[in-house]
C-alpha cells in the first residue's frame, strides 16, 4: 500500500511567500555589494592578466581612476601581492546619486611566484590605469635552443 500525504491546509499564497523570503535571503547574503548598496564602495578585487613570455612573466591589473602613489607592490616570502585603494570621488555628495556602478576601496590580489621567477628582480609600470608587473625568468627556466650536429 502507498501513503499519500494529504495536506488539507494548502495555501498557494504560503507557498509564495515562502518562495519569495527564500529568494531574498539568497540574494542578501550572496549578492549583496556585488550590485549596489554601501557594501559595493569597499569590496572589490581589479581584475587581472597574467601572461608567460620567454624572458618574463607578466601581470596585468587594471586600476582605472587611482594614482600612482595609491598602489603598493611587495615580494616576501614567494608571494607578489599587489594592494591599493581607489578612493571616492567627492565632487557629488551620496544622496544625490542615482547608480553606484563603480567600484571604490581598499584591495589586495596576492599570486603565489612560480620557482622559476627571480623575486629580487620585479619591476613595475603604471601607465593609463593599469598597472604592469614584470616577473623576470631565472635563467634555468628560460628555453635553451640546443643545436644539431650532422655527423
Known amino acids: 500500500m502507498t501513503l499519500v500525504r494529504w495536506n488539507r491546509g494548502f495555501d498557494p499564497f504560503r507557498e509564495m511567500?515562502?518562495?519569495?523570503r527564500d529568494m531574498n535571503r539568497?540574494?542578501?547574503d550572496n549578492l549583496r555589494g556585488w550590485f549596489g548598496g554601501r557594501e559595493a564602495l569597499t569590496r572589490w578585487a581589479p581584475p587581472v592578466d597574467v601572461y608567460e613570455k620567454e624572458e618574463e612573466i607578466v601581470i596585468s591589473a587594471e586600476l582605472p581612476g587611482m594614482k600612482q602613489e595609491d598602489i603598493e607592490v611587495e615580494v616576501h616570502d614567494g608571494i607578489l601581492s599587489i594592494r591599493g585603494e581607489k578612493k571616492v570621488e567627492n565632487e557629488v555628495?551620496?544622496?544625490s546619486y542615482h547608480f553606484v556602478e563603480r567600484s571604490y576601496g581598499a584591495?589586495?590580489?596576492s599570486?603565489?611566484?612560480?620557482?622559476?621567477?627571480?623575486g629580487d628582480d620585479v619591476k613595475a609600470t603604471y601607465r593609463d590605469?593599469?598597472?604592469?608587473?614584470?616577473?623576470p625568468k631565472a635563467e634555468e627556466a628560460k628555453p635553451k635552443?640546443?643545436?644539431v650536429a650532422v655527423d
Not at 511567500?17 to 519569495?20: A, D, E, I
Not at 590605469?129 to 616577473?135: F, N
Request: proline residues 3%; charged residues 25%; aromatic residues 10%.
Open 17 to 20: 511567500n515562502s518562495l519569495q
Open 26 to 28: 539568497l540574494f542578501d
Open 93 to 95: 555628495n551620496e544622496q
Open 107 to 109: 584591495f589586495e590580489r
Open 111 to 118: 599570486f603565489t611566484l612560480p620557482a622559476k621567477v627571480k
Open 129 to 135: 590605469g593599469v598597472l604592469k608587473v614584470h616577473l
Open 145 to 147: 635552443k640546443i643545436s
